[in-house]
């Protein structure tokens, strides 16, 4: 059960200057264009802290932040997502529903989001829903143009008052790199179910079949 508990931190997790959410030190520097995924819990008195992980896409920042505002196909995606819908009313706010293990009682969560396309740039927060917070930012910083930085920066709690707050702690830290690996993997695999026939996507500007 608490595989499946970490595995919907991993989808739960506005500033519109969208500035760096850390300032990575030259040894994390290093590792991140070593492949290597850096993840930081940042200090503060909240009880659910907010943690940032960094990692590099051989992709282009745009790409990335297509795929990662493509909010209506977030289920092909992750498995943790069992649906996704855009408010019919708003377009600016998206509702969730959370794949959760038996007899756990279903996790929903509506999040409005703040684009800043110019920027590569999107944040959110929580409007409703049974989950308790949810807020957070993403940032593909260009490098050259074939690959990025992503900074994906998230604090989530689930609303299980039965789970003590060191683990969500945890499992936010241990979690959160895996969405940079499924941007790494959607993009760069191109299989899927987010790339069956038929599936309405953004119009990429990297093509399949292009070399990275």
């Given amino acids: ?39 930081r819990v940042q200090e503060s008195d909240d009880a659910i802290k907010t943690v940032t992980s960094v990692g590099r896409v051989k992709h282009p920042a745009r790409d990335v932040y297509l795929l990662m505002t493509d909010f209506k196909n977030y289920p092909r995606i992750y498995n943790a997502l069992e649906s996704a819908r855009i408010d019919p009313a708003d377009g600016a706010i998206a509702h969730y ?20 396309p110019q920027a590569n740039a999107f944040s ?8 308790r ?53 959607t993009l760069g695999k191109r299989q899927g179910p987010y790339w069956e026939a038929g599936v309405s996507r953004p119009a990429f500007t990297q093509e399949p079949g292009t070399a990275p």
């Avoid at 794949?99 to 409005?112: A, D, E, I, K």
């Avoid at 959110?124 to 989950?131: E, T």
């Fill in 133 to 185: 917070a949810y807020q957070g930012e993403l940032i593909a910083v260009p490098v050259g143009d074939r690959a990025c930085t992503v900074f994906y920066t998230a604090k989530v709690d689930p609303g299980f008052d039965w789970l003590p707050t060191w683990f969500l702690n945890w499992a936010q830290s241990y979690v959160l790199p895996s969405i940079v690996h499924a941007i790494r993997d």
């Fill in 124 to 131: 959110w927060r929580r409007v409703g829903g049974n989950i």
């Fill in 97 to 116: 529903q959370a794949r959760v293990p038996w007899p756990l009682p279903g996790r929903t969560v509506s999040v409005s989001t703040i684009l800043e």
């Fill in 1 to 39: 059960m608490l595989r499946e508990i970490v595995s919907l931190l991993v989808i739960l997790t506005a500033a519109p200057a969208f500035a760096r959410p850390i300032t990575l030190t030259p040894a994390e520097e290093r590792r991140i264009e070593q492949g290597e995924i850096v993840t």
